[in-house]
């Protein structure tokens, strides 16, 4: 059975302190893997999709990078307003179009 | 642009009362169309997902129901509301193994 996993949970930062969230993964045969960002009370905002190990996408003060293994999301100098669920999903070969998703990690980033 | 929309944004039932969430999507045809539930601080869970109108596919065994009546519309239904169906909903759209987009959600509320 596909899993995904996240950590931490949650995150506390201080404004430009930069660390990185994990996304850890089992799939057989990873189609993409899938970054989100969630705001409290509304629907998630797509960020990046990855296809394949070695890959990267950047936005702003965000870089998502992949292994055979986990992706990362790593913030710089995060500011106040990165504050946010950040979720990560995946897509197997043999699912369809169905996408499995981590329980999210809580980002606080404090000015 | 593509748009997806969700209403109504907040609903309060009583158990044992009917319900009926819609999803629209703009600026697209032939769309995978998706409901998932978010309970609070928790990933997402598929409940149903749609390839194409009266196509729906069950994920999860529950009281709810989904129907597609038009191309780029999708409801979500329950005759009786548990107070277990309380949480956020959100729908969802995609090309085939592509991209998912998320509307902006309904946070249901059983009493």
């Known amino acids: 059975e596909d899993q995904v996993t996240q950590s931490p949970e949650a995150l506390r930062l201080q404004e430009g302190e930069s660390s990185s969230l994990n996304c850890s993964y089992t799939v057989s045969g990873l189609r993409g893997l899938f970054w989100y960002r969630q705001d409290p009370g509304k629907g998630p905002e797509f960020l990046f999709t990855?296809?394949?190990a070695g890959e990267e996408k950047e936005k702003e003060r965000l870089k998502a990078t992949l292994t055979k293994k986990e992706s990362f999301l790593h913030i710089t100098a995060p500011k106040p307003e990165d504050s946010a669920t950040y979720l990560c999903?995946?897509?197997?070969?043999?699912?369809?179009?169905?996408?499995?998703f981590g329980e999210g990690t809580q980002l606080t980033v404090n000015p | 642009s593509q748009t997806i929309h969700q209403w109504p944004a907040t609903l309060v039932q009583p158990v044992g009362s009917p319900l009926s969430l819609e999803c629209t999507v703009e600026?697209?045809?032939?769309?995978?169309l998706y409901w998932y539930r978010q309970a609070a601080g928790r990933g997402l869970q598929l409940l149903f997902y749609?390839?194409?109108?009266?196509?729906i596919s069950s994920e999860v065994p529950q009281n709810l129901s989904a129907s597609r009546p038009q191309d780029r519309q999708f409801i979500l239904s329950s005759k009786k509301l548990l107070l277990s169906d309380s949480g956020f909903y959100l729908c969802a759209w995609s090309v085939p193994a592509g991209t998912q987009y998320f509307g902006p959600g309904t946070r249901l509320t059983v009493l």
């Open positions: 990855l296809y394949s």
């Open positions: 600026g697209t045809s032939n769309p995978n």
């Open positions: 749609s390839v194409g109108i009266g196509q």
């Open positions: 999903a995946v897509l197997q070969e043999t699912s369809g179009s169905r996408l499995t």
